[in-house]
């Protein structure tokens, strides 16, 4: 079993910046997909970011491509999400989570199988 705590959550203005940290123990992550997704008020849990465990291939939505970097840092077994240009729309509670047996990274977050309490990154105009 993996738990997964995350931080770095903020208020913060548009075209500012703010990286998450999702803090994983129980096991090590470097053989697991990790994630990232968020959710806003009336909106459903959508995708952001994904890194898989080979050769650490991401993945991004469209909508945070060239704005977001999802990095790992195995030694601390940590995934992070770097996030600049932020945009109001990007307000939303961001959750870290883990596939733990994916093979080709996934954008469902109904194949992940462990997932982190969130943290509130909120931008305002």
């Known amino acids: 079993q993996v738990q997964l705590v995350e931080s770095g959550g903020g208020l913060v203005q548009a075209g500012g910046s703010l990286r998450l940290s999702c803090a994983a123990s129980g096991r090590t992550i470097s053989n697991y997909a990790m994630g990232w997704f968020r959710q806003a008020p009336g909106k459903e849990r959508e995708f952001v970011a994904a890194i898989n465990w080979g050769r650490g291939n991401t993945y991004y939505a469209d909508s945070v491509k060239g704005r977001f970097t999802i990095s790992r840092d195995n030694a601390k077994n940590t995934v992070y999400l770097q996030m600049n240009s932020l945009k109001p729309e990007d307000t939303a509670v961001y959750y870290c989570?883990?596939?733990?047996?994916?093979?080709?990274?996934?954008?469902?977050?109904?194949?992940?199988?462990?997932w982190g309490q969130g943290t509130q990154v909120t931008v305002s105009s």
């Open positions: 989570a883990v596939d733990r047996t994916g093979v080709v990274v996934s954008t469902d977050p109904g194949d992940y199988d462990y």
